[in-house]
């Protein structure tokens, strides 16, 4: 379980959650995290690696239930994070096709 320690407000729809945890802030591009809301949901979410030692944040777009759930957090709620989960790829030649989704700022 994690804290929420800092809430950042993006726009009115979208917030950055920041907490401590010594293994989402060493991510590697192209991997991602459990959460789950106490209550609510359990979802896939990017990590955003802050400035910060030991910090790592998830940015939410209000929309769904569980999304909405998450974006509802207040500073010292409690979150459950599993992972990271997913593959990091070093590729030095050729073409890329890149797909998102969500808020884009990870």
């Known amino acids: 379980m994690c804290t929420v320690e800092k809430i950042i407000d993006e726009t009115p729809t ?11 802030s060493k991510v590697l591009p192209g991997q991602f995290a459990m959460v789950w809301i ?7 979410m990017s990590v955003m690696v802050t400035q910060e030692n ?21 500073v010292g709620d409690y979150i459950g994070v ?4 997913g593959n990091c790829f070093d590729i030095k030649d050729g073409k890329l096709l890149l797909v998102g989704g969500g808020t884009g700022l990870v």
Do not use: C, H, Q, W
């Open 38 to 44: 106490p209550g609510v949901n359990e979802l896939p």
């Open 54 to 74: 030991d910090k790592a944040a998830f940015t939410v777009r209000k929309r769904g239930e569980s999304s909405t759930g998450m974006y509802n957090l207040s």
């Open 14 to 24: 979208v917030r950055t959650l920041i907490f401590t945890d010594e293994v989402l």
């Open 82 to 85: 599993r992972g990271p989960y």
